[in-house]
């Protein structure tokens, strides 16, 4: 099984291109369990609101061989010892994602356990990290919509009406997430502190104020 990528138009990886990610892990510690999948969709930023663009999308199943079978966390992702076994050589796997991604900025739901799985392997692969920044949507959500009290993925889902067609899926997880991004960005822009990336970052990092 090969990683694969595809770009639609040449425009330069930059603030006008952000990238929705979700992974898929072995468990539920970052600092421990294995990368599994990684799925990311890109949104163009110009006038007006974000769009997503799935023609500007990238999925892998990493592989791992003779990995520790733990079918409740299997069934859960659907990622089986024969996905994990036919999937991409980490080292490739991770080069051409960094190589898609370029320089955009990434955003994801939760995006602390993302990002510590996805920096650990690059480290043990590739001997580096991805330097791109990374927000989480989670916090700019707590952010303009104080009136939803619900912390998780699905909470926020079911709170502004955003389907997924198959949960704890990473290509379906991430798209949810791109367009619980779209449903927020009205209350984006209520906010008055500009449409950029620098200010999602700066309404992300309003949350570490705000009572918990």
Same mark, same amino acid.
């Given at each position: 099984?090969?990683?694969?990528?595809?770009?639609?138009?040449?425009?330069?990886?930059?603030?006008?291109?952000? #990238? @929705? +990610?979700?992974? !898929?892990?072995?468990?539920? %510690?970052?600092?421990?369990?294995? *990368?599994?999948? =990684?799925?990311?969709? $890109?949104?163009?930023?110009?006038?007006?609101?974000?769009?997503?663009?799935?023609?500007?999308?990238?999925? #892998? @199943? +990493?592989?791992? !061989?003779?990995?520790?079978? %733990?079918?409740?966390?299997?069934? *859960?992702?659907? =990622?089986?010892?024969? $996905?994990?076994?036919?999937?991409?050589?980490?080292?490739?796997?991770?080069?051409?994602?960094?190589?898609? #991604?370029?320089?955009?900025?990434?955003?994801?739901?939760?995006?602390?356990?993302?990002?510590? *799985?996805?920096?650990?392997?690059?480290?043990?692969?590739?001997?580096?990290?991805?330097?791109?920044?990374?927000?989480?949507?989670?916090?700019?959500?707590?952010?303009?919509?104080?009136?939803?009290?619900?912390?998780?993925?699905?909470?926020?889902?079911?709170?502004?009406?955003?389907?997924?067609?198959?949960?704890?899926?990473?290509?379906?997880?991430?798209?949810?997430?791109?367009?619980?991004?779209?449903?927020?960005?009205?209350?984006?822009?209520?906010?008055?502190?500009?449409?950029?990336?620098?200010?999602?970052?700066?309404?992300?990092?309003?949350?570490?104020?705000?009572?918990?």
């Amino acid at each position: 099984m090969m990683g694969w990528f595809s770009r639609r138009g040449a425009a330069a990886a930059d603030e006008g291109r952000w #990238v @929705v +990610l979700d992974v !898929e892990s072995s468990g539920l %510690d970052a600092s421990r369990d294995r *990368l599994l999948a =990684i799925a990311a969709i $890109a949104l163009r930023r110009g006038a007006g609101a974000p769009r997503i663009t799935l023609g500007d999308s990238f999925e #892998v @199943v +990493l592989r791992h !061989e003779a990995a520790p079978v %733990d079918k409740a966390n299997i069934l *859960l992702h659907g =990622i089986g010892v024969g $996905a994990q076994g036919q999937g991409v050589e980490a080292a490739q796997a991770l080069a051409e994602f960094e190589r898609w #991604v370029g320089v955009s900025p990434l955003i994801g739901f939760h995006v602390a356990f993302d990002e510590t *799985l996805i920096q650990r392997a690059m480290r043990t692969a590739l001997g580096r990290r991805l330097a791109n920044p990374w927000i989480d949507l989670a916090d700019v959500a707590q952010v303009v919509r104080p009136d939803v009290s619900g912390r998780s993925l699905d909470d926020w889902m079911a709170a502004l009406g955003v389907q997924c067609a198959v949960r704890h899926q990473a290509a379906a997880d991430t798209l949810a997430t791109a367009e619980l991004l779209l449903k927020l960005w009205p209350k984006v822009l209520d906010q008055r502190a500009g449409d950029d990336w620098h200010a999602l970052s700066r309404l992300a990092a309003q949350r570490r104020w705000l009572p918990r």
